[in-house]
């Protein structure tokens, strides 16, 4: 069984900036990537940002230079920075990581956190 677990969310003004983590725990031999998706009220979900066990990023147009994505792999954490808010920043954030659970990478799966929400004020 795997747990992902969302802090930092809240409510901040348009131009502020928030901090989400993301510690995952459980059954993990391997996790590779890591990211954030969000959804808000109204709309598909989207994948904001991700990261590779290798570093490597990705991030959606509407946040690129905005928000940087990191991880510690030995604390199993995943974090976004989140600088200039707007209010269409405001969504449910969940934490994702692909993660082997078995010493075979056809063990791996997705999962996901509950979700923390952000809301931006105008």
């Known amino acids: 069984q795997v747990q992902l677990v969302e802090s930092g969310g809240g409510l901040v003004q348009t131009g502020g900036s928030l901090t989400l983590s993301c510690a995952a725990s459980?059954?993990?031999?391997?996790?590779?990537?890591m990211g954030w998706y969000r959804q808000a009220p109204g709309k598909q979900r989207e994948l904001v940002a991700r990261?590779?066990?290798?570093?490597?990023?990705k991030y959606a147009a509407s946040v690129k230079d905005r928000f940087t994505i990191s991880r510690h792999n030995a604390n199993k954490v995943v974090q976004l920075l989140m600088n200039n808010l707007a209010p269409e920043d405001t969504a449910t954030y969940y934490c994702?990581?692909?993660?082997?659970?078995?010493?075979?990478?056809?063990?791996?799966?997705?999962?996901y956190g509950r979700g923390t929400q952000v809301t931006v004020s105008s």
């Open positions: 990261i590779t066990a290798g570093g490597r990023t």
């Open positions: 459980g059954t993990i031999i391997y996790l590779a990537d």
């Open positions: 994702y990581a692909e993660v082997d659970t078995e010493w075979s990478a056809s063990s791996r799966q997705d999962y």
